[in-house]
């Protein structure tokens, strides 16, 4: 059975920095493309950011491109996203996801296959 564990979420300042890491266990993590989604209150599962199995090939919202990072360490089972510049509007869970088919990194959340519990980020301002 695989599992993804987010960790990392917390309140910081607008301007602060915070990043997430999501731990796999279970599966072949280097199999998988990887994905970071988030959804704030009464809002839609957003994309925020992806990679791919080996880690060569990242794609971004275009609302965190330049101030989040997403990147991923294959000998520990992890992905993580660096979040920079941190505004009130990315207050959010956050989740991370594992796409076991593609080798190219996907925006869609129905592409993906394992989902964690989600980590809240919350952004003061």
């Known amino acids: 059975q695989v599992q993804l564990v987010e960790s990392g979420g917390g309140l910081v300042q607008a301007g602060g920095s915070l990043r997430l890491s999501c731990a796999v266990s279970g599966g072949t993590f280097s199999s998988y493309g990887m994905g970071w989604f988030r959804q704030a209150p009464g809002k839609d599962l957003d994309f925020v950011a992806a990679?791919?199995?080996?880690?060569?090939?990242?794609i971004y919202a275009d609302s965190v491109k330049g101030r989040f990072t997403i990147s991923r360490d294959n000998a520990k089972n992890t992905v993580y996203l660096e979040m920079n510049s941190l505004k009130p509007e990315d207050t959010a869970v956050y989740y991370c996801a594992a796409d076991r088919d593609r080798a190219i990194p996907v925006r869609l959340p129905g592409e993906y296959d394992y989902w964690g519990q989600g980590t809240q980020v919350t952004v003061s301002s």
């Open positions: 990679v791919s199995r080996t880690g060569v090939t990242t």
